[in-house]
């Protein structure tokens, strides 16, 4: 056909148009064949050069990350602080035509080619150090996010309970990386002493200081290239022993030597962002052990590891290059022209670049300048990169910090530094290797310690035997079975025994403390283990372990022994307003329907329909009536009477809603009332107590609840402790006798919530009342400064992890020496319907006893009354005259009876009146 050819032609066009663009397209890329890329460091600084290097060697080896591009380091050097030259060197970087510049560390110095470079729209890579809290536009700093960091810190200072410790710092930054822990010391009372070194004064000076003050816990807050200095002078002074717990900041910890304080036991704790498990680590370090070796100049070999700010280097430029990788993907056009200084001319493709390496929701959008033939290239919408590198996964948050990484804690063995756990952000830490399996089991192995308590329920008790025991199988209890499993846990023996003065340990006004806590000062045992509580005054003179069990002070208090019921139980449902609202309702709502019958034209009716003489009409709902039908509808009985009008049917209706709700709630509340058995005390809570001077109140002579209560500022508390130290008595000698007199009656006793659990366990006749007065801990003591209290804090904490100490207390306060009795009492009551006595429902009797007496007394006067009108008929006197009705009405013989004062004829006339069409006037 004629039209035949062009069609085809125009076919073979097409495929041919879709080959040569399959063809063409995957060479269709805009990054140039060369891509420079500035690096700025500090003339002092030759490893992170270096690092700078082989990154970008790797990069153009590897041909996966950018095929068809090569990167150009263009390196300067440039003193510390020097910003003058600083801006002389990037304008000579900028002629090159740079895609990016890095570094360099110095705070000064890098902050003016930050300005610099967002002023020329060239992105700007840091790894270092940085407090600002905002990121520039064209800034992004891999180094994690400063607050973030310290709370790392924070946290494990947390974990390990200090609260009284030094922070040391040398630079003036310090203080400003040191200041969360200033401000959880506002927040936790921590006593914290601040350190600065001088310039001009050594550092063995303020160590000698910190020795004076007793203070054996230290954060050290120093550069990396003094820190090893600093810890010799440490050791020199003698604070580098066992007894003493060194928190290095530092992030190159990793990389100082610690051959000299390895052996000395020291607890020496850090973090490190190295990822020691990438593959690449060693690899970076063997090429910077041989193959740039000419070219260093002050590196110490070999390198073992590479500093933190090294590997963020490195994994800058990997980060960069992936970021060039999404760029090259998504733009035809990428061009990185000579930029002078002077000019005023702006980068074009930085931005780009910077918003492939920040989160998508802060980005701006990308400058694409697509060519035609490859505008579908120019679409594609931007990746947020992120690589796994020498510091783990690095990414970006929106304001530009580094969001997502992992911090390994370290820790000092005899085989130099070992990673013992995790730290990220969000998640806290995560122990992975217990310290006590290198260092802290080494400080109790073998030992024999001397271990002082109390004998008290159920924490040590003397066991039942008909043999005679000795030594530490004399005593059984919670404390005694968590002594056991510390002793297996850390591998020490121990020795028991009971304090001589039987006290817990409270300091007299000389200053000296008597009890467990005295004989742990006086060197008498090495520690105490018995529900001894934590409080600051005692941690002044002795140290604790983590608390091994929380409490606090509550009240003992014996139950009332009779069910208190009133007469009139069954008002109970209802308060009494609703019982007021109700019988206003009921009262309302008759006058209601009084007043709209009246008014109704169809509640009026011919009594006598078949009379036609006389036409006269009648209301049923009179006031009386009104009432009448209202309280029988409230009662659900219902009356003869039943609306007619469509207006008094509905308040009919309305009310019989109300009285429908009401007299269900009433019967489904009044069942609770009546079946739940309700106790009333006299007392309910601390205020309770302090109002009243009836029942009077102690606690244990000898220990922390007295002291509670004697240095309390609480005007309740203060009142309390007057009541108690103007009647000595109140006070008892120990925890049975305080028992025994709550038992007998009108005394409340003031002691331990663990205690009182474990006593309402086994006497049901004793309860808690009220809430708890203060919150406090359980721990084991130690003498002040003793190396023990560490390993005992983690062996609690493993005990705790693996369940022991749950399983324990149930033991001991639910399931030994009678526990769980009064549990399974409260079972049995509760599995069947309390019955009800005369006292729940006797009201109801005498109600309707006085309803009787109400009714008899008005049919006598309905008598008299009705006897009154009849006054002017001849009648036996009122009183022989109802003695013969009431002997009618007891005869039953009949129910009619003839009308009084009526004669025949009267009745005669009555029966003619009735015939129709006679009418009679009466």
């Known amino acids: 056909m004629p039209g035949s050819r062009p069609l085809v032609l125009e076919g073979l066009c097409s495929v041919l148009l879709v080959v040569l663009f399959e063809l063409l397209v995957p060479y269709a890329h805009g990054l140039p064949g060369v891509i420079r890329i500035g690096g700025l460091f500090d003339t002092e600084d030759d490893e992170q050069e270096l690092a700078f290097r082989i990154a970008v060697d790797k990069i153009n080896a590897d041909t996966s990350v950018l095929p068809r591009s090569r990167l150009v380091a263009q390196v300067e050097k440039v003193a510390i602080d020097d910003s003058f030259r600083a801006t002389k060197k990037v ?19 890098s902050m003016h080619v930050q300005s610099m470079c967002d002023a020329i729209d060239i992105p700007h ?3 270092r150090w940085d407090f600002q809290l905002a990121r520039a536009d064209m800034s992004i700093n891999l180094f994690p996010r400063p607050t973030v960091l310290a709370q790392a810190f924070v946290d494990l200072v947390k974990i390990w309970g200090w609260r009284s410790f030094s922070l040391v710092y040398d630079e003036h930054e310090g203080v400003i990386r040191l200041q969360d822990f200033l401000k959880e010391a506002q927040r936790n009372d921590w006593r914290v002493q601040l350190y600065q070194f001088r310039p001009t004064q050594a550092y063995r000076d303020i160590f000698w200081r910190i020795k004076s003050a007793g203070e054996s816990r230290i954060v050290l807050d120093v550069k990396r290239d003094t820190l090893r200095t600093v810890l010799k002078h440490a050791q020199q002074v003698g604070m580098m022993t066992e007894a003493h717990n060194y928190l290095i900041t530092s992030l190159d910890l990793h990389t100082i030597d610690m051959e000299d304080f390895k052996y000395g036991k020291t607890n020496i704790t850090g973090f490190r ?3 020691e498990n990438n593959a690449d680590l060693q690899g970076l370090v063997v090429e910077l052990n041989t193959k740039w070796t000419g070219a260093i100049r002050k590196l110490d070999f070999p390198i073992k590891t590479i500093r933190t700010e090294t590997a963020l280097m490195y994994d800058a430029v990997q980060l960069f290059a992936k970021a060039l990788q999404d760029l090259d993907g998504s733009k035809s056009i990428i061009d990185f022209p000579p930029i002078s200084c002077d000019s005023g001319l702006r980068g074009l493709d930085g931005s780009s670049i910077i918003n492939f390496m920040k989160p998508a929701n802060n980005r701006s959008s990308v400058n694409r300048r697509a060519v035609p033939s490859c505008r579908c290239l120019a679409n594609v919408t931007a990746a947020n990169s992120s690589i796994q590198g020498l510091t783990g996964k690095v990414k970006f948050d929106e304001q530009g910090f580094r969001s997502e990484f992992v911090l390994d804690l370290i820790y000092l063995t005899n085989n130099g530094l070992e990673k013992i756990g995790v730290w990220a952000p969000g998640k806290g830490i995560n122990i992975t290797k217990n310290m006590s399996n290198e260092y802290d089991t080494l400080l109790l192995q073998n030992k024999t310690l001397i271990v002082t308590t109390y004998v008290n329920s159920p924490y040590a008790m003397l066991k039942d035997s008909a043999e005679k025991l000795t030594g530490n199988a004399r005593y059984e209890g919670f404390c005694i079975d968590l002594i056991h499993h510390l002793a297996n846990l850390l591998g ?16 007299n006004e000389k200053g000296d403390w008597n009890g467990m806590i005295g004989e742990l000062i006086r060197g008498v045992a090495d520690i105490a283990i018995v ?20 409490t606090g002070i509550s009240i003992l208090f014996k139950k009332p022994t009779t069910k208190v019921t009133t007469l009139f139980s069954f008002l109970s449902p209802f308060s009494m307003e609703v019982w007021i609202y109700v019988m ?6 008759s006058i209601t329907l009084f007043l709209v019958g009246r008014l109704s034209p169809y509640e009026w009716d011919n009594p006598h329909p078949c009379r036609q003489d006389e036409q006269v009409l009648e209301n049923s709902f009179s006031l009386m009536n009104s009432l009448w039908f209202t309280i029988g509808s409230l009662m659900q009985q219902g009356s003869d009477l039943a609306p007619r009008a469509m207006s008094t049917r509905t308040i009919a209706g309305i009310w019989y809603f109300f009285t429908l709700i009401m007299i269900s709630s009433y019967t489904a509340n009044l069942a609770a009332f009546l079946t739940v058995e309700k106790v009333i005390y ?10 009243q001077t009836k029942i009077k109140y102690g606690c244990l002579g000898s220990g922390s609840t007295k002291a509670f209560f004697k240095e309390s500022k609480i005007p309740t508390y203060q009142k309390m402790w007057n009541f108690m130290n103007s009647n000595p008595s109140v006070f008892m000698s120990n925890n049975d006798k305080g028992v025994q007199r709550v038992m007998q009656g009108d005394y409340a006793y003031l002691m331990e919530s663990a205690s009182i659990e474990y006593i309402t366990e086994r006497n049901c006749n004793l309860t808690q009342i009220g809430s708890l007065l203060d919150s406090k801990g359980y721990g084991i003591a130690t003498r002040k400064g003793s190396k023990y209290r560490t390993p005992l804090s983690s062996g609690i904490l493993k005990l705790q992890e693996d369940g022991i100490l749950h399983i324990l207390k149930e033991r001991w306060w639910k399931q030994k020496k009678g526990g769980g009795k009064c549990m399974d009492d409260s079972k049995k009551s509760s599995s069947g319907v309390t019955e009800l006595g005369l006292g729940n429902v006797g009201g109801v009797f005498v109600v309707l006893l006085t309803g009787l007496a109400l009714a008899a007394f008005v049919a006598v006067i309905e008598f008299f009354w009705k006897a009154r009108k009849l006054a002017n008929v001849d009648r036996e006197p009122l009183c022989k005259e109802m003695f013969r009705e009431l002997k009618f009405a007891l005869s039953c013989r009949s129910s009619t009876k003839p009308v009084i004062g009526r004669k025949q004829e009267n009745c005669e006339e009555f ?9 009679t006037q009466y």
């Open 91 to 109: 304008c000579s970087l900028l002629q090159t035509g740079l895609a990016g510049i890095f570094g360099p560390q110095s705070d000064v110095t």
């Open 125 to 127: 890579v840091e790894t």
């Open 273 to 275: 962002l190295v990822d």
């Open 492 to 507: 020490f023996k121990y020795i028991i025994k009971e304090v001589e003065d039987r006290a817990y340990g409270i300091k």
């Open 531 to 550: 529900d001894l509580t934590i409080t600051s005054s005692r941690e002044e003179a002795v140290d604790f372990t983590m608390p091994f069990m929380n």
């Open 584 to 589: 206003g309702a009921h009262i309302g709502v």
């Open 682 to 691: 006299p007392v309910e809570s601390a205020e309770d107590l302090a109002k």
């Open 911 to 919: 029966r003619v009146s009735t015939i129709p069409g006679y009418s």
